[in-house]
């Protein structure tokens, strides 16, 4: 069984940074997209930020545009996630992803981690 695990979640400040990290254990992984999505108390799942495995296209969701940047190790087989300028409007669970074709899509993402807590405080 492929897993996803995420890391690198915390308490920050307004306007503080926190760089999330993605690895995955038991093979490598080829598939088209990895993903970063969040969920906050209340609230849907959604889109934040994906990148393509082997060419390096990169997408974002507007909120987070020019804060945030997404890359990855394909060597390590990691994606990480820098998040900087965080308001506590981005505080939510944070899931990384893989697999979708279309890299916006939640429900096209074949595998999932368990969450990473992202927290910041007014």
């Known amino acids: 069984q492929w897993q996803l695990v995420e890391s690198g979640g915390g308490l920050v400040q307004t306007g503080g940074s926190l760089r999330l990290s993605c690895g995955s254990s038991g093979r490598t992984f080829s598939g088209y997209h990895r993903g970063w999505f969040r969920q906050a108390p209340g609230k849907e799942r959604e889109f934040v930020a994906a990148i393509n495995w082997s060419f390096g296209y990169t997408y974002y969701t507007d909120s987070v545009k020019g804060r945030f940047t997404i890359s990855k190790d394909n060597a390590k087989n990691m994606v990480y996630l820098q998040m900087n300028s965080l308001k506590p409007e981005d505080t939510a669970v944070y899931y990384c992803?893989?697999?979708?074709?279309?890299?916006?899509?939640?429900?096209?993402?074949?595998?999932w981690g368990q969450g990473t807590q992202v927290t910041v405080s007014a």
């Open positions: 992803a893989a697999g979708a074709e279309r890299p916006r899509r939640a429900n096209e993402y074949d595998f």
